[in-house]
């Protein structure tokens, strides 16, 4: 109680179109894949051709969550993001969205987390491993269930484990859903990261970061003076985006474009 009242109030963050990364930086931060292997693939071979072009930089890659569920292949996408992160090491950053979180609790064999799952696009993902869909359709909830732990596959599941829950460079904040309002980006709960939607994409309050952030589908980026959402609904608009940034300059790729 004497904790919270004592704690500081955030400070408001560079204005969008003065946020800087640190010098040497180059960072590149991924929208909500949600099973789509094949755009992620696109957007990668983007990336590495931008940054190529742009010559040598400390470059990071920061995926903002949600890489599974509703799309057709979320297994793929977790193969490709482990690629991702041997390849490039610690400039590898996995934000911990909704959907891992499910993820994760399905993956323990708890059957109204198994159940909930499958309501969120769940199904998609089931099936893009080692089951038919035959096999899916004739199993009840409590054998589904049972045979989640071993379904998906410990590799994975490790992986999406060790997930963040945000990264902070310079002046940008990067989470899934975004912010409680008022609240400094170090005192923000997981829940809120995660889940947070209405009261934060509504609040016009300065953070104490630019938060850049996915979660919310938009037909396009969406640029406030306080946050940048990037969740273009991959799934089924086939525009996978990237927010790309260095130093003070701001620039997007996108598939299907």
């Given at each position: 109680m004497l904790k919270a009242l004592l704690r500081r109030k955030p400070k408001p963050a560079a204005p969008i179109d003065?946020?800087?990364?640190?010098?040497?930086?180059?960072v590149y931060a991924i929208g909500d894949?949600?099973?789509?292997?094949?755009?992620?693939d696109q957007l990668l071979d983007q990336i590495v051709a931008d940054d190529r072009a742009r010559g040598a930089a400390d470059t990071h890659i920061v995926f903002l969550g949600d890489l599974m569920d509703r799309g057709p292949?979320?297994?793929g996408v977790i193969?490709?993001?482990?690629?991702?992160?041997?390849?490039l090491g610690e400039n590898a950053h996995f934000l911990m969205g909704n959907h891992e979180e499910v993820y994760l609790g399905a993956a323990s064999?708890?059957?109204?987390?198994?159940?909930?799952f499958c309501k969120i696009g769940g199904r998609e993902t089931i099936l893009s491993y080692d089951i038919t869909p035959q096999d899916y359709n004739e199993l009840s909830m409590e054998e589904l269930a049972a045979r989640m732990p071993a379904l998906l596959t410990r590799r994975h599941v490790d992986f999406v484990s060790g997930f963040k829950d945000r990264i902070v460079m310079g002046d940008y904040a990067f989470v899934h859903a975004g912010v409680r309002p008022g609240v400094p980006i170090e005192d923000q709960r997981p829940k809120d990261l995660r889940w947070i939607r209405e009261d934060f994409i509504m609040d016009e309050a300065p953070h104490d970061k630019l938060i850049v952030h996915g979660h919310t589908i938009t037909d396009d980026v969406e640029e406030c003076p306080n946050r940048i959402g990037i969740d273009t609904g991959?799934?089924?608009?086939g525009m996978l985006t990237a927010l790309c940034l260095e130093g003070g300059e701001r620039w997007y790729l996108k598939t299907g474009q």
């Open positions: 003065t946020a800087r990364l640190p010098d040497g930086r180059r894949v949600h099973g789509r292997r094949d755009l992620l292949d979320s297994s193969d490709r993001a482990i690629e991702v992160s041997l390849s064999g708890d059957e109204k987390l198994v159940r909930f991959a799934y089924m608009s």
